[in-house]
């Protein structure tokens, strides 16, 4: 059975990004349907977005809240943040497999693969 699940580390500080609340929604014709939202724990993961009988085929979008993280944190952004989050629309061809989506954090970047 697969699961989708990520992983958020800050690479301004080197370690993981704890707190990041992340949504995820899945795109509808009337528009986006908001599946859950949680955030990331200590370790900067979130074991698991969607798995079992919510796990289906589709496009997913990925909602970070990268500047609520970075504010949390004490670091000084500008208003408007030049990231205030980071979106990723990923697409699940295979409802067998583990899909990990990884996300890479810094004040003005972010950068996002598939993992393992």
């Known amino acids: 059975m697969g699961q989708l699940t990520t992983h958020v580390l800050d690479i301004s500080t080197g370690l993981a990004a704890a707190g990041v609340r992340i949504?995820?929604?899945?795109?509808?014709?009337?528009?986006?349907?908001?599946?859950?939202?949680?955030?990331t724990g200590a370790d900067g993961r979130v074991a698991a977005l969607l798995s079992g009988?919510?796990?289906?085929?589709?496009?997913?979008?990925?909602?970070?809240?990268?500047?609520?993280?970075?504010?949390?944190?004490?670091?000084?952004?500008?208003?408007?943040?030049?990231?205030?989050?980071?979106s990723v629309q990923i697409g699940i061809a295979a409802a067998d497999q583990h899909y990990h989506v990884p996300l890479l954090i810094a004040p003005w970047s972010y950068s996002v693969y598939r993992g393992g």
């Open 23 to 39: 949504e995820l929604h899945a795109p509808t014709p009337e528009g986006l349907r908001l599946l859950t939202t949680t955030a």
């Open 53 to 86: 009988a919510s796990f289906k085929t589709g496009s997913y979008l990925l909602t970070f809240y990268t500047a609520e993280y970075f504010r949390a944190q004490g670091v000084r952004l500008p208003e408007p943040a030049f990231l205030e989050q980071a």
